[in-house]
């Protein structure tokens, strides 16, 4: 991993740690942009290393490699931003690093579907609305725009009520799908239903919008 990455010109690896008391330790020293865990390590394991690292480092960014998607949840509660398994390919985990270390949340399209599914699964049992991880990953204009698809605003309806372009909105709903991992309008919309984006109150301050 570590010899792919270091031919790789869009990263650059300033350290490498061999077990999880080591990777918080390194985290402290070098600071990196992102921070690439094993979940199998000696001493402290992948899920444990992640919830010291972002706890001591808030703005620390963590993709998890695993073989499975059992640990799924357990890394996303523990501060993870990215969960990827080790049998991706090289671009996609380029691909992954580079995304997180703009601030995204990137995950395969098979854990992001099973990522929903249990969501809506945790909706169903509680009778409630799960806020949905991937929302995290939106920003506040994009959290809005969510909100008034799942209502079934129009692009222009919604460009009107943000005091923003057409094609703003459309880019922006590029960047929606992009980071919650859905191919559609209606798949978005479902999504903010599921998970209770579309009981959210207003933005008062549209003003603020760029």
Same mark, same amino acid.
């Given at each position: =991993?570590?010899?792919?990455?270091?031919?790789?010109?869009?990263?650059?690896?300033?350290? %490498?740690? @061999?077990?999880?008391?080591?990777?918080?330790?390194?985290? @402290?020293?070098?600071?990196?942009?992102?921070?690439?865990?094993?979940?199998?390590?000696?001493?402290?394991?992948?899920?444990?290393?992640?919830?010291?690292?972002?706890? &001591?480092?808030?703005?620390?960014?963590?993709?998890?490699?695993?073989?499975?998607?059992?640990?799924?949840?357990?890394?996303?509660?523990?501060?993870?931003?990215?969960?990827?398994?080790?049998?991706?390919?090289?671009?996609?985990?380029?691909?992954?690093?580079?995304?997180?270390?703009?601030? &995204? =949340?990137?995950?395969?399209?098979?854990?992001?579907?099973?990522?929903?599914?249990?969501?809506?699964?945790?909706? %169903?049992?509680?009778?409630?609305?799960?806020?949905?991880?991937?929302?995290?990953?939106?920003?506040?204009? %994009?959290?809005?725009?969510?909100?008034?698809?799942?209502?079934?605003?129009?692009?222009?309806?919604?460009?009107?009520?943000?005091?923003?372009?057409?094609?703003?909105?459309?880019?922006?709903?590029?960047?929606?799908?992009?980071?919650?991992?859905?191919?559609?309008?209606?798949?978005?919309?479902?999504?903010?239903?599921?998970?209770?984006?579309?009981?959210?109150?207003?933005?008062?301050?549209?003003?603020?919008?760029?």
């Amino acid at each position: =991993m570590v010899s792919l990455l270091r031919s790789c010109r869009q990263c650059k690896v300033v350290g %490498e740690a @061999r077990e999880g008391l080591d990777a918080l330790q390194k985290a @402290r020293e070098l600071k990196p942009q992102v921070i690439l865990i094993s979940i199998s390590m000696p001493k402290c394991d992948g899920i444990e290393s992640t919830r010291l690292i972002t706890a &001591e480092i808030p703005g620390a960014k963590v993709v998890i490699l695993t073989f499975s998607d059992d640990d799924l949840f357990a890394a996303i509660k523990a501060g993870a931003r990215g969960y990827l398994l080790k049998t991706c390919d090289y671009s996609e985990l380029v691909h992954s690093i580079v995304a997180v270390a703009e601030g &995204e =949340m990137p995950f395969s399209p098979r854990l992001a579907s099973h990522l929903l599914s249990e969501f809506a699964s945790l909706a %169903e049992r509680e009778g409630g609305h799960p806020r949905g991880i991937f929302s995290s990953a939106l920003n506040e204009q %994009e959290t809005e725009i969510l909100r008034l698809i799942a209502g079934g605003s129009s692009d222009k309806e919604i460009a009107r009520a943000l005091s923003i372009s057409d094609a703003t909105v459309k880019t922006r709903l590029r960047s929606i799908m992009s980071k919650l991992h859905v191919q559609n309008r209606a798949q978005a919309a479902a999504y903010a239903i599921r998970t209770g984006l579309d009981r959210r109150e207003p933005n008062k301050r549209r003003t603020d919008y760029a």
